[in-house]
Antibody, heavy 118, light 110 residues
Framework: QVQLVQSGGEIKKPGASVKVSCKAS????????ITWVRQAPGQGLEWMGW????????RYAQKFQDRVTLTIDTSTGTSYMEVRGLRADDTAVYYC???????????WGQGTLVTVSS | QAGLTQPPSVSEGLRQTATLTCTGN????????AAWLQQHQGHPPKLLSY???NRPSGISDRISASRSGNTASLTITALQPEDEADYYC???????????FGAGTKLTVL
């Protein structure tokens, strides 16, 4: 079955870090890049960044450049997204998605709710 | 960061046609087109249209996309209750070197 399965929800305190995983199955991992998108409660979609599953190259949205790191483990077909220095306004559902092109995201994970609260 | 402009809401009757718009500029929509996504409450987004305006496999032929200049459009014919959802456009912005999303349009089927 072609799918992306993300890790479970997290509750973090301000200033902490969170690392969310996204495991691909049912297709050749290196054939599609992985993009990360987040959605704050009641808000729209926000592009965070992209990682090539072929060579690990990354591109980040400017606002996340200093706080977010995307990585991959090709041996397990898993992508990871780490956010450091969490703030309350980082509370959101974080999605991973695969794509041939940066905006053509044809398979999405189920989403991971990250709640930042003291 | 600059995004794409979508109307917040559109309402059309059952079995009617809805056209959703997404306006950008020559750095994004006007340059490489836009993809369209549908999102039902509580679910991940679903790709409806590639930037080429072609549909992924399994997407209804009631859905079509087009572009004129800096504006992309998504047309849904013969509206059904299940079409009621939020719709987002997305494009690569060559100036920002980033993907930009529209704020989304909530489609209501009356």
């Amino acid at each position: 079955q072609v799918q992306l399965v993300q890790s479970g929800g997290e509750i973090k305190k301000p200033g902490a870090s969170v690392k969310v995983s996204c495991k691909a199955s049912g297709y050749t991992f290196a054939s599609y890049s992985i993009t990360w998108v987040r959605q704050a409660p009641g808000q729209g979609l926000e592009w965070m960044g992209w990682i090539s599953t072929y060579n690990g190259n990354t591109r980040y949205a400017q606002k996340f450049q200093d706080r977010v790191t995307l990585t991959i483990d090709t041996s397990t077909g898993t992508s990871y997204m780490e956010v450091r220095g969490l703030r309350a306004d980082d509370t959101a559902v974080y999605y991973c998605a695969r794509g041939v092109l940066l905006v053509e995201l044809d398979l999405w994970g189920q989403g991971t709710l990250v709640t930042v609260s003291s | 960061q600059a995004g794409l402009t979508q109307p917040p809401s559109v309402s059309e009757g059952l079995r009617q046609t809805a056209t959703l718009t997404c306006t950008g500029n020559s750095d994004n929509v006007g340059n490489q087109g836009a993809a369209w996504l549908q999102q039902h409450q509580g679910h991940p987004p679903k790709l409806l249209s590639y930037t080429s305006n072609n549909r992924p496999s399994g997407i209804s032929d009631r859905i079509s996309a087009s572009r004129s200049g800096n504006t992309a459009s998504l047309t849904i014919t013969a509206l059904q209750p299940e079409d009621e959802a939020d719709y987002y456009c997305a494009a690569w912005d060559s100036s920002l070197r980033s993907v930009v999303f529209g704020a989304g349009t909530k489609l209501t089927v009356l």
